[in-house]
């Protein structure tokens, strides 16, 4: 059964940093390129990052680029995805998701004074 279980949301406040992971299982990890989208209050869900199945090529959105960064560590069957200079409009639930097509339950990110 594929598992993919987020972790490292919370609130901070802009500027501040934050390190989500997503912990995969039941599928071989290593064959799949990884993706981080997120979801606003009252918005459609948007691709955030995204990683091949090596971890060599990365896409971010304009929103995000040269702020966040996407990695993984294939032999720990995760996916992270850094973000820094948060700001509040970050503020979001975000969900990691395989290529194989499956979704994680998503984890809050709040971005507040």
């Given amino acids: 059964q594929v598992q993919l279980v987020e972790s490292g949301g919370g609130l901070v406040q802009p500027g501040g940093s934050l390190r989500l992971s997503c912990a995969a299982s039941g599928f071989t990890f290593s064959n799949y390129a990884m993706k981080w989208y997120r979801q606003a209050p009252g918005k459609e869900r948007e691709l955030v990052a995204a990683i091949d ?47 194989r097509g499956s979704w994680g339950r998503g984890i809050q990110v709040t971005v507040s004074s």
């Fill in 53 to 99: 199945f090596r971890g060599g090529v990365t896409n971010y959105s304009d929103s995000v680029e040269g702020r966040f960064t996407i990695s993984r560590d294939n032999a720990k069957n995760t996916v992270y995805l850094q973000m820094n200079s948060l700001k509040p409009e970050d503020t979001a639930v975000y969900y990691c998701y395989t290529t």
